[in-house]
Structures are given as structure tokens and as C-alpha cells.
């Protein structure tokens, strides 16, 4: 991995060093998968992190994972019996468990060949400068301030722009930081006029010492949750990641508990707290990929439901009007990491979907390189992501709707993740060459298109990006992919804190 010459204040030390651990981690000869992030809390300031060292293979994170990245291949494109993921946000914690070595030597994310990973859908996980963390008392750590939040100026409206309804769209945010720097975050969101949020409930990080407990990430992920609705926003939530104690089954990757009961314990202990706050909730992420669903359950749609009926009760029991969302499958092909989503999505409802006739459908249409009106299949020499409707956003969207009509279940898809990636003004190489198909203003214009074409279809409901802030120095030096969807990163030409992505304003000045 190519280092940059830049002066380390004392403050960043410590996460340099985990990198450097984290990285050193990771097994050699990596099975490529393609990944969606999912956002995880950070540990502790000092917290222990496994030293073991091997050859380092550079790291990177999609929308809900993290995965090993092998060299890529200019001429490679991926073939779809291996798959594709999507993703949440990861933290050094999560970072220093996907270096653990599993079976096969499998890391995180979807599945697909050499040359291939899918962009992030649920939330990556980032790796957090010393200011992203959140409040800590521990051995007398001082909490650390807010990171700036400089917004340069707006550019010119682009003509033209799309009339979007607001109601209808949202983001996703990355929220594991002190109140000031959530305020920020809050004032942000606020310029672009969405009325939807999303933040992602890292069970595993929100409650790791056992039923009904919850201290410090817990109560973080309260009070951030209770600003947002005070904003003026709508919240949405997502559920993944079962606690170790909750399960017994291969703890080096992410799962259901063995027991749904405990999850509906989960679900029970947020809304007694803080369900007046929460609009609707995403039960699970991505289970159609083994990286998130490993354990006691079946890998398959009718071992989801096993999981998703229990959490549906839970919720109905609390509120007859949080809106409950099935949760978004990665985009992907049959293997032995995932299963395809079509074929995941037929599975639940063999096992009883169509009945429940009050809730909505999750999907994660992510479009890679391709514009969102294209069709299957460009293959254009020398470039790939192009040779199957799994690369497509809208025939992602239509093949959704095909199942659910054959089923009899005509209710609202919501996009719980959607986006184009850009690796545009960054000084790194980008962690996969399709990136290189998208500019900033290519990502400006997919996106708003993508939203028109959502709104233009009634049974669509809102629309959540992915994501606003992911972005910052270390997730790309270390190219880690979920940097490439944020719409805010550092300023590295201007000096500023922050700069904007072209959709940023877009979204802002939209009439």
C-alpha cells in the first residue's frame, strides 16, 4: 500500500496505528466479495484490537461491509454466479473483527470474481479519526471536539434540475460522533431539503453486554436519534448485527441471533426509550449475503422470515403506525457466500410474506457505472459492470416489482440504499476501476434521475442515498470505497474542512 507524505498530528496517531495493525490483518489471497457497510459504533479509546500480523493486502468498505481488495484488473469484468453486496459503516472494532480469518479465507461483502466489488448499501464502516469517536470517560479521556463543519459556497443552480418531492427522499448519515458534530450533521441535511434520515442500529455495538443493558453507544444513538426527529426530520431505522452473546455460531462474521426473541427484546428496549422518535424501521440488512447472516437460522429467505415475524409483532404490539420496511437484499448471484435476490426475495414469500399487507418492501438498486435509465446489457470492451441486470438500477427495480406482483403483494418498494460512486478529487487510486466511470457531475446527474424516476412510479416510496458523510482523509488514503459516495470530504485542493459533491447543491438548489 502506497503511504502519503503528510504531517501526523498526535491526535491521529492512534488511528494510524490501528490501520496499520487492522491492515497488516487481513489474509492474504482473499475471496472477492462484493459489499454493502453496515454502520458499527466505535470502541473505546482503549479498547484492544488483535496484533496478529500478516502480509497486507489493502482494505475497503461498501455501503454495508468491508472487504479485501485484490489488484484490479483493467480488463476484468465480473460475472454474476459470484454475486453482489451492498453495505453499512464500519468502525475499528468492526475493522479489527473482518480481519479475523474465516472460512475459506471469506471476508466481508458480496460475492463476485477477481476484478469486481459492489458499491456500499447499508452503511460502511469508516474508520474514525480521534474526533469522529464518540463521548469517552474512561481513564480520563476527554471527549473530543467536534469536527469542523465549513460548507463552501453554493454553485450556480444547474438548468433544468428535476422538481423532486421531498417527502420522498432521504440520507443516510453517519451519526457515531459527540452532539456538537451532530448538530453540524443535522444543519447539513437540513440545506439539502430531504425529510427522511436513515441511521443504522448496530445491535452488536448498541447492546454488547447482554439482554436489556445499554450504556454508552446506546445512549449516544438515543440522543441522536431524539435530535433528528426534533429537527424536523423523519427517522428511519435499520437493524443488523446480532451481539456475540446472542449467538454461537462463527462470531468472525455478522448474523441473526440465535434466538429471534432476543431481537425482539432489542426492538422492545428502543421504542420503550426512544419510539416516539423513530418513523420507521428496516428489519435486518442484506440477508441474502453469509457476511450478514451467518448463524442458527437458515441462509435463505424463509430462515429471514424466522426473524422478521417476531420483529413485525414486537412493532405492531408498540405502534399500529411505525412504518415497518423488509429488509433491502444486495444485488447479487447464486454462490457460496450469497444467494441471488430474486431467488431470496421468492423465498420469503413461500414463507409468508404476501400476508403481512401492511408493511413495505426494502431494495438496494444500485447502479455501479450505469446511468439509472439503462437497461441490460451495454458489454462495452474493456469495461465491465455492464453484462448483467444485477449492475442495473432499473432493472434492479423492475425485477423487484415482477416477484412481488407474481405474488400478489402489491404494496411500496423503498429504496433503503441507492447511489453512484465517484472517486473524482481524491488522491488515490480508486479501490475499483468502475469508479472511474462516474464523475462528480455523472453522480450529480444519475442521482436526481434516479430520484425522478422513483417518484415518477407510485408504488415507490422514499428513497434513502447513501450516503452525506462518510468521507474523510483516512477512508481514502486507505481507498476505501464508501468514501466514494459521500457527498462531503475533506477540502485536499482548497484547505477547507469540507467540500461538496455537485449533488450536494443540486439536492440543495433543486427548484
Not at 420522498?168 to 427522511?196: C, K, S
Not at 462474521?253 to 428502543?270: A, H, K, S, Y
Not at 418498494?413 to 476501476?433: I, L, R, Y
Request: proline fraction near 9%; glycine fraction near 6%; charged fraction near 20%.
Amino acid at each position: 500500500m502506497q503511504t502519503q507524505n503528510k504531517t501526523l498530528k498526535p491526535k491521529h496517531l492512534p488511528i494510524i496505528i490501528l490501520l496499520v495493525i487492522v491492515t497488516a490483518c487481513v489474509p492474504r489471497a482473499p475471496i472477492p466479495v462484493i459489499v454493502t457497510p453496515t454502520a458499527q459504533a466505535s470502541p473505546t479509546i482503549n479498547e484492544s484490537v488483535d496484533t496478529s500480523v500478516e502480509e497486507s493486502t489493502p482494505i475497503a468498505a461498501t455501503p454495508e461491509g468491508i472487504i479485501v481488495l485484490p489488484t484490479v484488473d483493467s480488463q476484468s469484468v465480473p460475472t454474476l454466479d459470484q454475486g453482489i453486496v451492498s453495505e453499512s459503516s464500519p468502525t475499528p472494532q468492526e475493522v479489527a473483527s473482518a480481519s479475523e480469518p474465516t472460512s475459506e479465507g471469506q471476508i466481508l461483502g458480496s460475492i463476485v470474481d477477481e476484478g469486481y466489488v459492489q458499491p456500499p448499501t447499508e452503511t460502511p464502516r469508516p474508520t474514525l479519526t480521534a474526533t469522529d469517536r464518540p463521548p469517552q470517560q474512561n481513564e480520563g479521556n476527554e471527549v473530543a471536539a467536534a469536527p469542523a463543519a465549513t460548507i463552501t459556497s453554493p454553485a450556480t443552480l444547474i438548468p433544468g434540475s428535476p422538481r423532486l418531492d421531498r417527502s420522498q427522499m432521504g440520507i443516510q448519515l453517519y451519526f457515531n460522533m459527540p452532539a456538537e458534530g451532530w448538530e453540524a450533521v443535522m444543519a447539513q441535511t437540513g440545506q439539502m431539503r430531504v425529510d427522511w434520515v436513515k441511521l443504522q442500529a448496530n445491535w452488536a455495538a448498541l447492546q454488547p453486554g447482554g439482554s436489556g443493558q445499554y450504556e454508552t453507544e446506546f445512549r449516544l444513538f438515543e440522543q441522536h436519534v431524539e435530535t433528528a426527529h426534533n429537527s424536523g426530520f423523519k427517522v428511519m431505522i435499520s437493524i443488523a448485527k446480532a451481539p456475540r452473546w446472542a449467538r454461537n455460531v462463527n462470531a468472525n462474521e455478522d448474523g441473526p441471533p440465535d434466538n429471534p426473541q432476543d431481537l425482539v427484546d432489542f426492538i422492545r428496549l428502543m421504542l420503550e426509550r426512544f419510539g416516539e422518535s423513530i418513523d420507521a424501521i428496516e428489519v435486518w440488512n442484506e440477508p441474502n449475503l453469509n457476511r450478514e447472516w451467518t448463524g442458527a437460522l437458515p441462509f435463505s429467505g424463509q430462515g429471514y422470515m424466522q426473524l422478521f415475524v417476531p420483529a413485525y409483532n414486537q412493532i405492531r404490539a408498540y405502534s399500529p403506525d411505525i412504518i415497518i420496511i423488509t429488509a433491502g437484499l444486495a444485488p447479487t448471484g447464486d454462490s457460496q457466500f450469497s444467494v441471488d435476490d430474486r431467488t431470496f426475495m421468492q423465498q420469503m414469500y413461500n414463507a409468508g410474506l404476501a400476508s403481512y399487507r401492511d408493511v413495505v418492501v426494502g431494495i438496494h438498486p444500485y447502479g455501479w457505472g450505469n446511468a439509472p435509465d439503462a437497461r441490460c446489457c451495454n458489454n462495452v470492451e474493456g469495461r465491465g459492470w455492464d453484462d448483467d441486470p444485477h449492475f442495473f438500477f432499473l432493472d434492479n427495480i423492475e425485477d423487484y416489482r415482477e416477484v412481488m406482483l407474481r405474488n400478489n403483494h402489491d404494496v411500496q418498494m423503498w429504496t433503503t440504499e441507492f447511489g453512484w460512486a465517484t472517486w473524482s478529487d481524491f488522491p488515490t487510486q480508486p479501490p475499483q476501476e468502475w469508479m472511474l466511470y462516474n464523475t462528480p457531475e455523472a453522480q450529480r446527474d444519475y442521482t436526481l434521475r434516479a430520484f425522478q424516476i422513483g417518484q415518477e412510479r407510485a408504488y415507490m416510496g422514499p428513497m434513502i442515498l447513501w450516503n452525506l458523510n462518510f468521507g474523510n482523509e483516512i477512508l481514502i488514503g486507505n481507498r476505501v470505497e464508501l468514501a466514494g459516495y459521500s457527498l462531503l470530504y475533506p477540502g485536499f485542493e482548497t484547505g477547507l474542512t469540507l467540500q461538496e459533491r455537485p449533488l450536494y447543491w443540486a439536492l440543495a438548489q433543486r427548484p
